[in-house]
């Protein structure tokens, strides 16, 4: 029962435009989600976090937004860099539990 | 601190044998997971360590999988009898305490193929 989904297994934007990275959820109990990228053969590293108390979480060129009625989140990465071109995980989290429910992962590669 | 350190970082055995894998967290992290990633989908939680003790672990965890933490450092994973639907990457994580600003930082994970 995959209960965070990522239905776009790959996505290829040009340097310098918008990636926007897309993840819904089943479980309404989650309130904490999270963003992770992963080169190859590295570990998944934190890219940036939301609580579902808001509605958009920024850091720099990364932007997440929550929309908790359609449950769906979606990473923002403006402008995109070749250097971003990596595997985006979504991940979701219930306050209080140990783990967290990984989407399958996006493939972004942003072209020069 | 050079991170979270995971050995070996591939590890190819025949079904049926017993496997080994170690993890060294962040020195100062208390919080240690080991996570499971077969191809094409993301990572699946397998147990939570706080400290030494073993809180959670999931149904994915059979009784062939064991997993310690001796002093609450370095943890290894044990796999026995292995089929080869446990080829997959095992990676392990730590955090200093269950931050959902900062999340877990990873290491860079042991593949096992079963032949």
């Known amino acids: 029962d995959q209960q965070v989904k990522q239905n776009s297994p790959s996505l290829s934007v040009q340097e310098g435009r918008i990636s926007i990275l897309n993840c819904d959820y089943t479980n309404s109990m989650f309130d904490y989600f999270l963003w992770y990228k992963k080169y190859p053969a590295e570990g998944p590293t934190f890219l940036i976090s939301i609580s579902s108390i808001k509605d958009k979480n920024e850091d720099g060129r990364f932007t997440v937004f929550l929309n908790k009625s359609a449950k769906h989140l979606s990473l923002h990465i403006v ?34 | 601190d050079t991170g979270v350190s995971q050995d070996p970082r591939h590890k190819i055995t025949k079904r049926g044998q017993n496997v080994t894998f170690r993890c060294d967290p962040i020195s100062e992290h208390n919080r240690l997971y080991w996570y499971r990633q077969t191809l094409g989908q993301g990572p699946e939680f397998l147990t939570y360590f706080q400290n ?58 042991t593949r096992l193929t079963v032949v």
Not at chain 1, 81 to 108: E, H, I, K, W
Request: proline residues 4%; contains cysteine.
């Open chain 1, 79 to 112: 402008p995109s860099q070749p250097g971003d071109s990596a595997v985006y995980f979504c991940a979701a989290s219930v306050t209080g539990a140990n783990n967290l429910f990984f989407g399958t992962g996006t493939r972004l590669t942003v072209i020069p």
């Open chain 2, 52 to 109: 030494e003790a073993q809180l959670e672990k999931s149904r994915l965890l059979s009784d062939r999988f064991s997993a310690e933490r001796p002093k609450g450092s370095f943890s290894t994973l044990e796999i026995q009898r292995t089929e080869q639907g446990d080829s997959a990457m095992y990676l392990c994580a730590s955090s200093l305490d269950w931050d959902s600003h900062y999340g877990y930082t990873f290491g860079s994970g």
